[in-house]
């Protein structure tokens, strides 16, 4: 059986409209070569992030590598891309649960889709689509939106 | 970041009193723009020795040529804060508006140039009369601002640009981004230029195009050349400030398929004291490249892979350390100059995102 995980959709969206955020409900996602799969044992821990990278290739036919984690927070598996939206450094989590950027600090809250909360990014973090196969977490995409930062 | 010139000097009279009084301390100041503390470290050393709480998100950095005055601005607050380098104390503070960013000083101690971030404006702060004297407008975001060591008849002037279609419209929507008076802007101009200001009049006498949005820049101490980080160029620009025309765009040389394939972008950039070297810095890729600027086209002599985003770059006056605040990994890694070798990092305490760094020959009590 598959599924959506339980990320992303219309609590996206409202948490995006919230936020002020992209309130787009359902981005386009341009697919990876190879999906992530991260079994669910991997990610039995709660707020223990589980860091993954993953390629897609460019409009221009380049090839280009995304970071993201996965983690188990007290509501459900998500997986967020750690490019800051801002600048693209890399964003990480914090033991206060959040994710924080460390290049100027902007901040975006895991427990609801990574909207954003402050700082110079002034958006949710960009979005993977994933979902739940059996016993895994399945990426198969990030947002579309990501590639002209980095064309 | 930087070295307050007549360093060198200094640092030599410090030598020839070896054995004798320590004439001066060679003391690190980083400015942690995750916090609202400045940390020093002990340079002889390269171990944390005093932490100054000045305010929220210390950003910008710079001392008087004498080592005995360090301006700090702090971002979170706008605050100018005046410290005693002999002591480490705050001796006065004086409010400027939000968003303060790089800070540079005229080699009297007079005037010091403070970038506004949302406002497009450097304000020249008159530090005896304790007010700001003049104000430059420039497009798109002030954020850093240098001088040549040896000449500090022009400060340079390298505004960054935010995204136009995204921030700078809701910024306007909301009256955030204003003009050099405070009033509201109703457009946006994105900014790709360095531009040069005459300490005499503080007015713009020309502007050098880059091409992208500018970053930190460095300059020669002979104010011959600057080195300019670019939005956009994983690498940077030979700018000749004579001519005022870039001639050398450098890209870092991509080895690994994570360097070829991730995303990163070149920020900080500063020349060696003996002035034969300029270093800069690949943040996603986590390395520091090295090049020999003796020759042109510049050299690359080194690539250094530091772990966690380097960000900015400052040396020691004896040209033997080097020092890259990773803010990302909250701490400093220590370089060994003659080998490009790190020899130690500098942890500092948890999410205080170290950023501007300055060394500063201060005199002893
Ligand atoms: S790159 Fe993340 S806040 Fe600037």
């Known amino acids: 059986m598959e599924r959506r995980a339980l990320i992303g959709g219309a609590a996206a969206s409202l948490a995006a409209a919230a936020t002020g955020a992209d309130a787009s409900p359902s981005p386009r996602f341009l697919p990876f070569q190879t999906p992530v799969v991260i079994a669910f044992p991997q990610l039995e821990a709660v707020w223990a992030p589980a860091p993954f990278r993953a390629r897609f290739t460019k409009s221009n036919g380049e090839d280009s590598v995304v970071p993201g984690i996965a983690v188990r927070t007290p509501r459900r598996i998500e997986a967020f891309c750690t490019y800051c939206p801002h600048e693209l450094c890399v964003i990480k989590l914090t033991d206060d649960h959040q994710l924080r950027c460390p290049c100027h600090f902007s901040l975006f809250d895991p427990l609801r889709d990574g909207a954003w909360i402050a700082g110079p990014a002034m958006r949710r973090t960009y979005r993977f689509d994933h979902r739940v196969k059996g016993p895994d977490l399945v990426i198969t995409g990030i947002e579309a939106d990501l590639e002209r930062r980095l064309l | ?365």
């Open chain 2, 1 to 365: 970041m930087r070295l307050a010139p007549a360093i060198a000097a200094c640092w030599l009279l410090a030598l020839g009193a070896a054995g004798a009084a320590r004439a001066a301390t060679t003391k690190l100041y980083i400015a942690a723009t995750g916090g609202t503390q400045v940390y020093v470290v002990d340079v002889a050393t390269n171990s944390l020795v005093k932490t100054l709480e000045v305010g929220k998100s210390p950003h910008g950095i710079a001392a008087t040529t004498d080592g005995r005055w360090l301006w700090i601005a702090t971002e979170g607050d706008g605050k100018l804060h005046k410290i005693d380098a002999v002591r480490d104390v705050e001796t006065a503070s004086f409010d400027l508006g939000p968003y303060q960013q790089e800070i540079e000083i005229t080699n009297d101690g007079r005037l010091l140039y403070t970038g506004r971030f949302m406002d497009g404006c450097y304000d020249v702060f008159d530090t005896a009369k304790e007010s700001v004297v003049a104000r430059i407008p420039v497009d798109g975001n002030p954020h850093n601002v240098v001088k040549a060591a040896n000449d500090d008849r022009y400060m340079y002037l390298s505004p960054m640009s935010i995204d136009p279609d995204t921030v700078a419209k809701s910024a306007i929507k909301r009256g955030t981004l204003r003009d050099c008076a405070g009033k509201p802007k109703t457009a946006y101009l994105p900014n790709d230029k360095v531009y040069i200001a005459d300490t005499r009049t503080n007015t713009v006498v020309g502007t050098i195009p880059v091409g992208g949005s500018p970053r930190p820049i460095a300059a020669s101490d002979d104010g011959r050349r600057l080195y300019a980080d670019i939005d956009g160029w994983l690498g940077f620009l030979v700018i000749d400030l004579q001519a005022r025309k870039v001639i050398e765009r450098v890209k870092f040389p991509l080895v690994t398929d994570d360097e070829k394939t991730t995303f990163s972008r070149a920020h900080g950039i500063w020349v060696t004291p003996d002035q034969k070297e300029v270093w800069t810095a690949s943040v996603n890729h986590g390395v520091v490249y090295a090049y020999d600027r003796t020759v042109e086209p510049v050299r690359l002599v080194a690539r250094i892979p530091v772990g966690a985003a380097p960000y900015w770059i400052s040396f020691s006056p004896d040209d033997r350390m080097g020092y890259i605040s990773l803010s990302e990994g909250d701490a400093i890694a220590v370089i060994d100059v003659a080998s490009h070798k790190l020899v130690k990092t500098i942890p500092l305490p948890k999410g205080s995102g170290p950023k501007t760094t300055q060394v500063v020959v201060a005199p002893t009590p």
